[in-house]
């Protein structure tokens, strides 16, 4: 994806073992005898190590088990790069069914030769995604999750969240405000938007890292570390910062005591990128077993559940979020609204030089 907080931010390591996803707490969907029609079948999955892999464990895996009665086995990979390399690694060995990874990824093995393309017709929940989050990755990936980028502030001090980016230059947050590390797509995503308000592009990049310039003095700190800046908000020592998403510190964002907030309200939008599911070439797997577990994953239910859990979009446009989780996750009608899908193939052609770039301001 770059890798989900793994590779692509480079954030929040937590590894995990493979496990069966039948052997995991009791889940919300309760079976229907009608839909118990894999049972005795088998489906490998592969997915992060990470708390988002556990969440896809529980909220995706665990419920389709006690769906259809198939057994899902997953291994689980230290980010986007793992599983790209296991997959790799196995060839035309049959494996994994189904893979849950970032664009990039997805892509990577897409152009290998690796994976094959779903039969969206048998995938009836797309209906209920917008044609945007669907597919991607040249049509190897079906669009599961996104990954939501918007304006964390300090609920103590800056009392209505910010409607533009333009907060982040105003010069009452000098001093206590941070911006995302330059390796992260995230700054990438920073430097455009600072162009549009500077009225360049994408294409025409220079306003946006002189707009950039001005904040050189103004930053505590770039947030390589989120758990430092989740403390850095609870003794009060930012009051803003971004872009950012909340799915790095989905513990602290939820307590009190940190004083945090996040908005994705902003008039100019806000970034996503969209997570996949992908099929492997070389699957051990039923296909129409493939089919119906890539089909529960974007059921209104199941990503209600797992975006609340790991606080990331909902692609599905029906989808419900529990209520506990609504203030950090951006509905399906902000999503409609305001979302700005990431471009991972065009970024990845200037993000080298748009690192140094960003690391020379930030440095000096």
């Known amino acids: 994806m770059h890798d989900i907080k793994?590779?692509?931010?480079?954030?929040?390591?937590?590894?995990?073992?493979?496990?069966?996803?039948?052997?995991?707490?009791t889940p919300f969907i309760q079976a229907r005898a009608q839909d118990r029609n894999f049972a005795g079948k088998t489906l490998r999955?592969?997915?992060?190590?990470?708390?988002?892999?556990?969440?896809?464990?529980?909220?995706?895996?665990?419920?389709?088990?006690?769906?259809?009665?198939?057994?899902v086995i997953a291994d689980r990979a230290d980010g986007t790069s793992g599983m790209v390399a296991k997959v790799k690694a196995a060839g035309d060995r049959p494996t994994y069914d189904?893979?849950?990874?970032?664009?990039v990824g997805a892509a990577g093995l897409g152009d290998a030769g690796l994976l094959t393309k779903p039969d969206l017709d048998k995938l009836p929940n797309l209906k209920e995604v917008a044609p945007q989050y669907r597919t991607?990755?040249?049509?190897?990936?079906?669009?599961?999750?996104?990954w939501s980028d918007g304006l964390i502030y300090n609920t103590a001090t800056v009392k209505t969240p910010p409607?533009?980016?333009?907060?982040?230059?105003?010069?009452?947050?000098?001093?206590?405000?941070?911006?995302?590390?330059?390796e992260w797509a995230e700054a990438v995503d920073l430097a455009i938007i600072a162009a549009k308000l500077s009225g360049g592009s994408q294409?025409?990049?220079?306003?946006?890292?002189?707009?950039?310039?001005?904040?050189?003095?103004?930053?505590?700190?770039?947030?390589?570390?989120?758990?430092?800046?989740?403390?850095?908000?609870?003794?009060g020592s930012l009051d803003l910062g971004g872009i950012y998403s909340p799915a790095f510190f989905p513990e602290q964002i939820r307590k009190p005591e940190?004083?945090?907030?996040?908005?994705?309200?902003?008039k100019e939008g806000f970034a996503t990128q969209l997570m996949f599911t992908v099929i492997p070439k070389a699957h051990p797997g039923d296909s129409d077993l493939i089919h119906a577990f890539i089909n529960h994953s974007l059921d209104a239910g199941v990503q209600g559940r797992m975006a609340a859990d790991v606080l990331n979009g909902p692609v599905n446009g029906r989808?419900?979020?529990?209520?506990?989780?609504?203030?950090?996750?951006?509905?399906?009608?902000?999503?409609?609204?305001?979302?700005?899908l990431h471009d991972d193939k065009a970024l990845s052609q200037v993000q080298a030089a748009w690192i140094k770039r960003y690391t020379q301001i930030f440095s000096a």
Do not use: C
């Not at 189904?98 to 664009?103: F, N, Q, R």
């Not at 230059?169 to 941070?178: I, Q, R, S, T």
């Not at 025409?204 to 310039?213: D, H, Q, S, T």
């Open 163 to 182: 409607t533009s980016y333009e907060a982040l230059w105003d010069p009452k947050y000098a001093g206590k405000l941070f911006l995302p590390p330059p």
């Open 136 to 146: 991607g990755a040249n049509g190897f990936g079906i669009g599961y999750l996104l």
């Open 203 to 235: 294409q025409n990049i220079e306003p946006g890292f002189k707009k950039l310039a001005l904040l050189k003095d103004r930053v505590m700190t770039l947030g390589e570390n989120p758990n430092q800046i989740a403390d850095l908000f609870r003794t």
């Open 45 to 71: 999955l592969l997915t992060w190590s990470d708390d988002t892999g556990a969440a896809a464990l529980r909220n995706i895996a665990a419920t389709f088990s006690a769906k259809t009665g198939a057994k």
């Open 319 to 340: 989808a419900v979020i529990p209520a506990e989780s609504r203030a950090f996750v951006p509905s399906p009608q902000q999503i409609a609204e305001k979302a700005v």
């Open 6 to 25: 793994l590779g692509r931010r480079q954030a929040i390591k937590t590894i995990g073992a493979a496990l069966a996803a039948s052997a995991l707490p």
């Open 258 to 266: 940190y004083k945090m907030g996040v908005t994705y309200g902003m």
């Open 98 to 103: 189904v893979i849950t990874l970032a664009g």
